[in-house]
Nanobody, 124 residues
Framework: VQLQASGGGLVQAGGSLTLSCTAA????????VAWFRQAPGKDREFVAG???????GLADSVKGRFAMSRDNGKNTVYLQMNNLKPEDTAVYYC???????????????????WGQGTQVTVSS
């Protein structure tokens, strides 16, 4: 599965961005999908994800501000990010896996397919 992440950019604190993740060749309907992020010098961090079979997860640091959604007709998964903070600055990656289970969605090593990443920079 080839994933394409887009939508990153530079935004002021308190602003919003929507990231998109599209699979070019296969439908994401049958896959779990997640968003991770990685800031310089830090480990890759789970942001939001689902198993594709009803299980979902959201990092505590983004609850109430971020939401993940799917548009199966467009074969695209979105990450809506509101009230952005400087600490949200990172490269954001989308990941997909056909057999991910809920207990593993926060573990980046459990995901098989990755997009190239899109930079999000939040200025204070």
């Amino acid at each position: 599965v080839q994933l394409q992440a887009s939508g990153g950019g530079l935004v002021q604190a308190g602003g919003s961005l929507t990231l998109s993740c599209t699979a070019a060749e296969r439908t994401l309907r049958n896959y779990g999908v997640a968003w991770f992020r990685q800031a310089p010098g830090k480990d890759r961090e789970f942001v939001a994800g689902d198993t594709g079979r009803g299980g979902t997860g959201l990092a505590d640091s983004v609850k109430g501000r971020f939401a993940m959604s799917r548009d199966n007709g467009k074969n695209t998964v979105y990450l809506q990010m509101n009230n952005l903070k400087p600490e949200d600055t990172a490269v954001y990656y989308c990941a997909a896996d056909r057999s991910i289970i809920l207990s593993s969605i926060r573990n980046h090593l459990a995901w098989d397919y990755w997009g190239q990443g899109t930079q999000v920079t939040v200025s204070s």
